[in-house]
């Protein structure tokens, strides 16, 4: 069993459900924080989606139980019905009603609850996912990412205790995931509930998760802090061609006259274009594993201006058998480097070695 103790049962989300069927087992234990972003990770079939409806009792498990934040919803004693679970799901395809326009698709949650249950409120959530513009189109008048957003907003007024999301960006194409990803990068910040996000993109769990549980085959492999696993080399997670560190930063400054902002982390710092973010804001930083190169010195009169100092940790072989994953700490915090065998060999890189990242993109998240 995956059971993070440190955790208090008021803050923590608390997951144990075994079931068999015909053609699939799922047996999976987990704990994961009561409030942010938990992303479900893993391949077609790994179980997320059987996951997510045993919790929302849309699926009777063999055995089990579920705790959210102190409250029990199912166990072998009792097991709260679907409509009793104070839930709201969103799916892959937004659903809306197309005889309603968008204000009336999302009073369509929001009138469905009693006024002393509310607690999210419509303006707030217009602002929040960008809907202001849009209150009186119909369905038909809106993009992908759009739809999807009102599907969002629909589902936040109904004032849930937790959110549920089965991949609520698949059917989106690369414009449409573009266009919703950064409102979903800030609605995190708004709300007091925690979201289980379940997903197959690594890119959108770097983006949006603060917390990782990786399923494979009806199973938990691993579960804890984001960026814990996504530099561990033990897990393929780490092996994927999008494998990518997301740390944790402050900004610390501004350059306007070179369009450049600055942010550090654990003592070492680096150049982001200018976000207008104020001083001080904390920040997360997405650092792609084939965008990191290292040096034996600090680098000098080269146009890759973010370089600071890392030691080596491990160094395991890659999924190509010409290449090498380097996890390397700075600070209390990691990072990913996919080199060369050869690379590793005449530079004589080794773990324990001080040496130099050179980072030749850094994407900012807020």
Same mark, same amino acid.
């Given at each position: 069993?995956?059971?993070?103790?440190?955790?208090?049962?008021?803050?923590?989300?608390?997951?144990?459900?075994?079931?068999?069927?015909?053609?699939?087992?799922?047996?999976?234990?987990?704990?994961?924080?009561?409030?942010?972003?938990?992303?479900?990770?893993?391949?077609?079939?790994?179980?997320?989606?059987?996951?997510?409806?045993?919790?929302?009792?849309?699926?009777?498990?063999?055995?089990?139980?579920?705790?959210?934040?102190?409250?029990?919803?199912?166990?072998?004693?009792?097991?709260?019905?679907?409509?009793?679970?104070?839930?709201?799901? !969103?799916?892959?395809?937004?659903? =809306?009603? &197309?005889? +309603?326009?968008? /204000?009336?698709?999302? *009073?369509? @949650?929001?009138? %469905?609850?009693?006024?002393?249950?509310?607690?999210?409120?419509?303006?707030? !959530?217009?602002?929040?996912?960008? =809907?202001? &513009?849009? +209150?009186?189109? /119909?369905?038909?008048? *809106?993009? @992908?990412?759009? %739809?999807?957003?009102?599907?969002?907003?629909?589902?936040?007024?109904?004032?849930?205790?937790?959110?549920?999301?089965?991949?609520?960006?698949?059917?989106?194409?690369?414009?449409?995931?573009?266009?919703?990803?950064?409102?979903?990068?800030?609605?995190?910040?708004?709300?007091?509930?925690?979201?289980?996000?379940?997903?197959?993109?690594?890119?959108?769990?770097?983006?949006?998760?603060?917390?990782?549980?990786?399923?494979?085959?009806?199973?938990?492999?691993?579960?804890?802090?984001?960026?814990?696993?996504?530099?561990?080399?033990?897990?393929?997670?780490?092996?994927?061609?999008?494998?990518?560190?997301?740390?944790?930063?402050?900004?610390?400054?501004?350059?306007?006259?070179?369009?450049?902002?600055?942010?550090?982390?654990?003592?070492?710092?680096?150049?982001?274009?200018?976000?207008?973010?104020?001083?001080?804001?904390?920040?997360?930083?997405?650092?792609?594993?084939?965008?990191?190169?290292?040096?034996?010195?600090?680098?000098?009169?080269?146009?890759?201006?973010?370089?600071?100092?890392?030691?080596?940790?491990?160094?395991?072989?890659?999924?190509?058998?010409?290449?090498?994953?380097?996890?390397?700490?700075?600070?209390?915090?990691?990072?990913?480097?996919?080199?060369?065998?050869?690379?590793?060999?005449?530079?004589?890189?080794?773990?324990?070695?001080?040496?130099?990242?050179?980072?030749?993109?850094?994407?900012?998240?807020?």
């Amino acid at each position: 069993m995956l059971v993070d103790t440190s955790l208090p049962l008021e803050q923590r989300i608390e997951a144990r459900f075994a079931l068999q069927r015909k053609d699939f087992g799922l047996d999976i234990s987990f704990t994961a924080p009561g409030r942010g972003v938990t992303a479900l990770f893993g391949p077609s079939g790994s179980g997320k989606t059987t996951l997510l409806r045993c919790i929302a009792g849309l699926e009777k498990p063999d055995s089990g139980h579920f705790k959210i934040n102190g409250h029990c919803w199912h166990d072998a004693h009792k097991s709260l019905a679907v409509h009793r679970r104070p839930i709201a799901y !969103v799916f892959q395809e937004a659903s =809306l009603f &197309t005889h +309603l326009n968008v /204000r009336e698709n999302m *009073l369509y @949650g929001w009138r %469905r609850i009693a006024a002393r249950q509310r607690k999210i409120h419509f303006d707030d !959530v217009s602002a929040w996912l960008g =809907l202001e &513009t849009l +209150l009186e189109h /119909r369905p038909e008048q *809106l993009s @992908g990412g759009q %739809r999807q957003r009102v599907a969002i907003a629909r589902a936040l007024l109904t004032s849930p205790e937790l959110l549920l999301m089965d991949e609520p960006l698949a059917s989106l194409d690369a414009n449409g995931k573009a266009e919703i990803l950064p409102y979903l990068e800030s609605l995190w910040q708004q709300l007091d509930i925690p979201v289980l996000y379940v997903s197959h993109s690594p890119q959108e769990v770097q983006q949006l998760a603060d917390y990782l549980v990786l399923l494979e085959e009806g199973r938990v492999v691993a579960a804890g802090e984001l960026n814990a696993l996504l530099t561990d080399p033990q897990l393929s997670i780490a092996h994927f061609a999008e494998a990518a560190a997301v740390l944790e930063a402050t900004v610390i400054g501004h350059d306007k006259a070179f369009h450049l902002s600055s942010l550090a982390f654990d003592g070492a710092e680096v150049s982001v274009s200018y976000n207008g973010l104020p001083l001080g804001h904390k920040a997360r930083l997405r650092i792609s594993a084939r965008d990191v190169s290292l040096a034996l010195v600090q680098p000098q009169q080269i146009s890759i201006s973010n370089s600071f100092a890392v030691r080596v940790v491990s160094i395991d072989p890659d999924r190509e058998p010409s290449q090498m994953l380097v996890r390397c700490e700075v600070g209390g915090q990691h990072l990913l480097a996919r080199l060369t065998r050869r690379s590793i060999h005449l530079l004589k890189i080794e773990v324990g070695k001080k040496v130099y990242a050179q980072v030749k993109s850094v994407a900012l998240m807020k």
